[in-house]
């Protein structure tokens, strides 16, 4: 079964500087899909970013990035000029291309970002 | 545009007590819908999902439930709550695959 890590339970940042999130997968299979969601204080999660395993090119979203390493299964998230709205709860998930509607979550990172 | 809706935001239960959420979907047709749970501390756990009306797939044995009565609405439900049920439970849905689009959610404290 593919598990999801999120190694650091808690990230600050200052407000416009550049803060990394990481994140670890376990799977087995060759195709899938990457994702990262925000979920702020509202509770309702947003989707920042996602990435396809068969693009080796990272994906990218304003001041959102990724560092996309499928040989180490890691798949980091950048955020550059942090703003105070980036606040919020971070998820790393994980889906199969094979067909399974089952997104497996890491159990998040929780970023401050001090003004 | 789409929207999600989700209902009640909060709700508090007593142990043993019936329990019914709702979602309902609004500007697309034929949505996969789904049913996730968040614990305390914890990442988001697939409960239920359905790819058209009447077919429900489940992901974790437990004590909940999921109906879809129609396109566009889906139903979690328990019999006889138990503490354990007690977390965040949001809705989502889907018509692009691998885009998901999350409700409110609903805060549940079972007492």
């Known amino acids: 079964a593919q598990t999801v890590t999120q190694s650091q339970p808690e990230m600050s940042v200052q407000e416009a500087e550049t803060v990394t999130l990481s994140c670890t997968y376990d799977t087995s299979e060759s195709d899938y899909y990457l994702f990262w969601y925000k979920q702020p204080p509202s509770r309702q999660m947003i989707l920042v970013i996602r990435q396809e395993a068969y693009k080796q090119q990272n994906a990218t979203e304003n001041r959102f990035s990724v560092n996309f390493q499928k040989a180490a299964k890691s798949f980091s998230l950048k955020i550059s000029d942090s703003q105070l709205g980036d606040a919020a709860m971070y998820f790393c998930a994980y889906r199969s291309a094979g067909g399974s509607e089952k997104l497996v979550f890491g159990k998040g990172t929780k970023l401050t970002v001090n003004p | ?111």
Not at chain 2, 75 to 98: M, N, Q, T
């Open chain 2, 1 to 111: 545009s789409q929207t999600i809706h989700q209902w009640p935001a909060t709700l508090v239960q007593p142990v043993g007590s019936p329990l019914s959420l709702e979602c309902t979907v609004e500007g697309t047709s034929n949505p996969n819908l789904y049913w996730y749970r968040q614990a305390a501390g914890r990442g988001l756990q697939l409960l239920f999902y359905s790819v058209g009306i009447g077919q429900i797939s489940s992901e974790v044995p437990q004590n909940l439930s999921a109906s879809r009565p129609q396109d566009r609405q889906f139903i979690l439900s328990s019999k006889k709550l138990l503490l354990s049920d007690s977390g965040f439970y949001l809705c989502a849905w889907s018509r692009v695959p691998l885009v998901l689009s999350f409700g409110s959610g609903t805060r549940l404290t079972v007492v």
